[in-house]
């Protein structure tokens, strides 16, 4: 919330509005007096990083009746604001879209009891509202993700990492696949009769597999199939009673709402209150009021209350135990994490083998995320009944012979794991193709599943070419794009991306915070990302970076004498501290050190300089809970293409594929997850530079810029799109 307070707030001040924070909600509104205050640039320095909301939130039982609405419009008259830019979940929206279509009618009331004057009322006749979703459950149709619900998530991990059980829908839902829980209790889906009998079975297995622990998550509100609340305590005296396992019980509760806000949460907040305050500012009397949802990467405005209405229709469809329209209503992706996850934890291994035999390899730098793909591509294959290998140190462990068959146990505890489990390597396939071919064709490999970083998909295409001179390579190939530099061609997101960021986040705003309380002082923070830009963006835009420069964006000493004098100002104010963020490769000439000489130079006697390179820390750790979900959904759904291309292929005994479309990459592109052959983007890649010619994310680089106060022209922005909701609409990727 403290991101989206402060992005409204600057972009606010940006385009020469007067800004007003309203402290403790609707109750601070009602109330008025010092709970209404002129907000400046600074106001809202340093928050970013800071957990829950800087200006307060209450429930206020006077904005529920008519009366306290009146007290709310004379207090916003008296102070000129006639636009209103509300975060919270759908009550506080619903209760702003009522405040709204009673606007006029409360002005006249005022003027009618001598409280503000006709002239007053007609100089406020409009009042403009915009909604963003701040809500950790992620229950709101419309929007891909609301604020809030990634740091839960976060939290939520760190909690099941150490120990077992949480709560709450979404949450539930996508800490259930993060987790590689046993079982998992949801509202939307209550469990068959039996599910008793059931869970024990299953648990007994896992045990018998060699398995030390169960994970079994209740989302807040579980229910079996006549209504019957289902409590961790009951199931917690059933697994004792059955089967005399040692159990425990966690009830997360607000931890979930601690902490420090994600990156994702940061960068999502920021782009949703720019976005808020531009739909504001283009707002006209026929304009609806509207929410700011998150669409795939785009921003756009959907109309409030068909929100408000199509959120209300899941919670009706489950109370008259409609479940299978309740989840279809959540969101295709809310649908697709369920069924994955049933997938991967109530399935058994085939009864009968297929004729297909996979492997599966690491390649390029370690990428946090690739053990949870290679672990939920086993179990699904296995569940296909095909022959799984794992190859160990990539395409040279494929040269070597390093392969072994894999079985469901052998991946047991792998979706946590930062790191490649298997091993990876930089080896390319043209430094020992023939050995490769040898192997493919000693363990008749039929399907190749590569997941690394741009060597994967290189090396991929290097093997597509060579299959006209060998015939064994005439196989289904696919690469799961991994690597903390998103630098892969054919998708949106690459593995290990996410987790990435967060870490060099946490490493900046604890570089930030060392400054406290000290003089003036500038960091040049060095990233990793090869040519690629986007760790440092995206970084530079979660901890406020007064710059990032990034090879995609050229610039010259022109533009660095600019940047050290917009610094020199800014430390003339009450601001302390500096942040620079340079990509490792992003120019030839000016280093990280020539940078910490030129602002060192430039600012003497007003700033001192520090230099922090944050090196191979960007790779290390436990994934996120993005990239443990990306990653589990990316390996099911590679290996079940795999399988159907395979089985189009099969034919006599054999595979014979040599169809561009039998060797691709699979990836995020907008909201759909995409097979994009690797013939086609070899078109649009930059190799020199290992690059995709064209990256969305640039895009981002004119809000980091806003954000830092560089006075840019507005005709740049490019502003979201107004859309209508509708059920077939809410088809979204959720989650991803």
């Given at each position: 919330?403290?991101?989206?307070?402060?992005?409204?707030?600057?972009?606010?001040?940006?385009?020469?509005?007067?800004?007003?924070?309203?402290?403790?909600?609707?109750?601070?509104?009602?109330?008025?007096?010092?709970?209404?205050?002129?907000?400046?640039?600074?106001?809202?320095?340093?928050?970013?990083?800071?957990?829950?909301?800087?200006?307060?939130?209450?429930?206020?039982?006077?904005?529920?009746?008519?009366?306290?609405?009146?007290?709310?419009?004379?207090?916003?008259?008296?102070?000129?604001?006639?636009?209103?830019?509300?975060?919270?979940?759908?009550?506080?929206?619903?209760?702003?879209?009522?405040?709204?279509?009673?606007?006029?009618?409360?002005?006249?009331?005022?003027?009618?009891?001598?409280?503000?004057?006709?002239?007053?009322?007609?100089?406020?006749?409009?009042?403009?509202?915009?909604?963003?979703?701040?809500?950790?459950?992620?229950?709101?149709?419309?929007?891909?993700?609301?604020?809030?619900?990634?740091?839960?998530?976060?939290?939520?991990?760190?909690?099941?990492?150490?120990?077992?059980?949480?709560?709450?829908?979404?949450?539930?839902?996508?800490?259930?696949?993060?987790?590689?829980?046993?079982?998992?209790?949801?509202?939307?889906?209550?469990?068959?009769?039996?599910?008793?009998?059931?869970?024990?079975?299953?648990?007994?297995?896992?045990?018998?597999?060699?398995?030390?622990?169960?994970?079994?998550?209740?989302?807040?509100?579980?229910?079996?199939?006549?209504?019957?609340?289902?409590?961790?305590?009951?199931?917690?005296?059933?697994?004792?009673?059955?089967?005399?396992?040692?159990?425990?019980?966690?009830?997360?509760?607000?931890?979930?709402?601690?902490?420090?806000?994600?990156?994702?949460?940061?960068?999502?907040?920021?782009?949703?209150?720019?976005?808020?305050?531009?739909?504001?500012?283009?707002?006209?009397?026929?304009?609806?009021?509207?929410?700011?949802?998150?669409?795939?990467?785009?921003?756009?405005?959907?109309?409030?209350?068909?929100?408000?209405?199509?959120?209300?229709?899941?919670?009706?469809?489950?109370?008259?135990?409609?479940?299978?329209?309740?989840?279809?209503?959540?969101?295709?992706?809310?649908?697709?994490?369920?069924?994955?996850?049933?997938?991967?934890?109530?399935?058994?291994?085939?009864?009968?083998?297929?004729?297909?035999?996979?492997?599966?390899?690491?390649?390029?730098?370690?990428?946090?995320?690739?053990?949870?793909?290679?672990?939920?591509?086993?179990?699904?294959?296995?569940?296909?009944?095909?022959?799984?290998?794992?190859?160990?140190?990539?395409?040279?462990?494929?040269?070597?012979?390093?392969?072994?068959?894999?079985?469901?146990?052998?991946?047991?505890?792998?979706?946590?794991?930062?790191?490649?489990?298997?091993?990876?390597?930089?080896?390319?396939?043209?430094?020992?193709?023939?050995?490769?071919?040898?192997?493919?064709?000693?363990?008749?490999?039929?399907?190749?599943?590569?997941?690394?970083?741009?060597?994967?998909?290189?090396?991929?295409?290097?093997?597509?070419?060579?299959?006209?001179?060998?015939?064994?390579?005439?196989?289904?190939?696919?690469?799961?794009?991994?690597?903390?530099?998103?630098?892969?061609?054919?998708?949106?997101?690459?593995?290990?991306?996410?987790?990435?960021?967060?870490?060099?986040?946490?490493?900046?705003?604890?570089?930030?915070?060392?400054?406290?309380?000290?003089?003036?002082?500038?960091?040049?923070?060095?990233?990793?990302?090869?040519?690629?830009?986007?760790?440092?963006?995206?970084?530079?835009?979660?901890?406020?970076?007064?710059?990032?420069?990034?090879?995609?964006?050229?610039?010259?000493?022109?533009?660095?004498?600019?940047?050290?004098?917009?610094?020199?100002?800014?430390?003339?104010?009450?601001?302390?501290?500096?942040?620079?963020?340079?990509?490792?490769?992003?120019?030839?000439?000016?280093?990280?050190?020539?940078?910490?000489?030129?602002?060192?130079?430039?600012?003497?006697?007003?700033?001192?300089?520090?230099?922090?390179?944050?090196?191979?820390?960007?790779?290390?750790?436990?994934?996120?809970?993005?990239?443990?979900?990306?990653?589990?959904?990316?390996?099911?759904?590679?290996?079940?293409?795999?399988?159907?291309?395979?089985?189009?292929?099969?034919?006599?005994?054999?595979?014979?594929?040599n169809s561009d479309d039998s060797a691709c990459v699979i990836g995020l592109r907008k909201k759909v997850v995409a097979f994009s052959p690797v013939t086609e983007l070899k078109k649009v890649t930059d190799f020199e530079h290992r690059l995709p010619q064209e990256q969305w994310w640039l895009n981002l680089r004119l809000m980091l810029k806003m954000l830092a106060n560089y006075q840019i022209s507005l005709t740049e922005y490019i502003s979201g799109k107004m859309e209508h909701v509708t059920r077939r609409t809410l088809s979204i990727e959720k989650g991803f």
């Amino acid at each position: 919330m403290n991101a989206a307070v402060r992005a409204v707030t600057r972009m606010g001040i940006y385009v020469g509005a007067k800004v007003f924070l309203i402290y403790e909600g609707y109750e601070g509104l009602v109330e008025g007096g010092d709970n209404i205050k002129q907000a400046n640039w600074l106001s809202v320095s340093n928050i970013i990083q800071l957990g829950g909301t800087v200006i307060g939130s209450a429930r206020c039982k006077a904005f529920t009746t008519r009366a306290g609405r009146l007290r709310a419009a004379r207090n916003l008259v008296e102070h000129g604001i006639t636009n209103l830019c509300v975060i919270g979940g759908d009550g506080s929206l619903t209760g702003a879209d009522i405040f709204r279509s009673e606007w006029g009618e409360l002005l006249e009331e005022l003027v009618q009891d001598g409280q503000i004057s006709k002239e007053l009322a007609q100089e406020n006749s409009r009042l403009n509202i915009v909604g963003l979703v701040g809500s950790i459950d992620n229950d709101f149709c419309g929007t891909d993700m609301t604020i809030g619900t990634d740091s839960a998530l976060h939290r939520i991990m760190e909690v099941i990492d150490a120990i077992t059980t949480t709560a709450q829908r979404y949450l539930a839902l996508v800490s259930g696949l993060a987790s590689g829980a046993d079982w998992l209790f949801i509202p939307e889906s209550p469990p068959e009769d039996g599910w008793e009998d059931l869970m024990c079975e299953r648990l007994g297995e896992t045990r018998s597999r060699g398995s030390r622990l169960n994970i079994i998550i209740i989302a807040e509100g579980a229910i079996d199939r006549s209504g019957k609340p289902i409590s961790s305590n009951y199931v917690k005296d059933l697994v004792v009673q059955r089967l005399g396992f040692d159990t425990r019980v966690t009830v997360l509760g607000h931890v979930q709402r601690g902490g420090t806000p994600s990156a994702f949460d940061r960068v999502l907040s920021s782009k949703m209150g720019m976005e808020a305050v531009m739909a504001l500012l283009e707002a006209t009397p026929d304009t609806p009021a509207c929410v700011v949802s998150l669409s795939g990467n785009q921003s756009v405005r959907l109309p409030l209350m068909e929100c408000v209405q199509v959120t209300k229709d899941v919670q009706k469809a489950m109370d008259e135990k409609r479940f299978e329209e309740a989840i279809q209503l959540r969101g295709r992706s809310f649908e697709n994490n369920w069924n994955i996850y049933k997938l991967l934890a109530h399935q058994k291994p085939a009864q009968e083998k297929s004729p297909f035999s996979l492997a599966i390899l690491n390649v390029g730098a370690p990428a946090a995320g690739m053990n949870a793909a290679v672990r939920s591509a086993v179990r699904i294959s296995i569940c296909q009944g095909h022959t799984i290998y794992a190859v160990s140190d990539g395409f040279e462990g494929l040269a070597k012979g390093q392969i072994r068959e894999v079985g469901w146990h052998d991946v047991a505890g792998w979706l946590g794991r930062g790191g490649s489990m298997l091993g990876t390597k930089r080896t390319l396939p043209k430094t020992c193709m023939e050995k490769i071919v040898e192997n493919v064709r000693k363990f008749n490999i039929q399907g190749l599943l590569v997941i690394g970083g741009f060597e994967a998909y290189e090396g991929v295409l290097q093997l597509v070419e060579a299959r006209g001179q060998y015939e064994e390579l005439c196989i289904i190939m696919c690469v799961i794009p991994a690597t903390i530099s998103n630098n892969v061609p054919g998708t949106d997101f690459s593995l290990g991306s996410d987790t990435a960021v967060n870490a060099a986040m946490e490493s900046c705003d604890r570089i930030k915070q060392s400054a406290s309380g000290t003089k003036r002082r500038v960091f040049i923070v060095e990233t990793m990302g090869g040519y690629c830009g986007y760790l440092s963006t995206v970084t530079g835009i979660a901890v406020g970076a007064d710059a990032a420069y990034v090879y995609e964006d050229p610039f010259t000493i022109h533009d660095l004498k600019a940047n050290v004098e917009h610094l020199t100002d800014k430390m003339k104010t009450d601001i302390q501290r500096g942040l620079v963020l340079r990509n490792e490769k992003c120019h030839e000439h000016y280093t990280t050190e020539f940078l910490y000489n030129l602002y060192s130079s430039e600012g003497k006697g007003i700033f001192d300089c520090r230099i922090n390179v944050l090196g191979h820390l960007q790779q290390g750790g436990a994934p996120t809970p993005f990239d443990r979900n990306y990653g589990t959904k990316l390996g099911v759904k590679a290996v079940l293409w795999m399988s159907e291309k395979l089985e189009e292929v099969y034919c006599k005994g054999r595979v014979f594929a040599n169809s561009d479309d039998s060797a691709c990459v699979i990836g995020l592109r907008k909201k759909v997850v995409a097979f994009s052959p690797v013939t086609e983007l070899k078109k649009v890649t930059d190799f020199e530079h290992r690059l995709p010619q064209e990256q969305w994310w640039l895009n981002l680089r004119l809000m980091l810029k806003m954000l830092a106060n560089y006075q840019i022209s507005l005709t740049e922005y490019i502003s979201g799109k107004m859309e209508h909701v509708t059920r077939r609409t809410l088809s979204i990727e959720k989650g991803f």
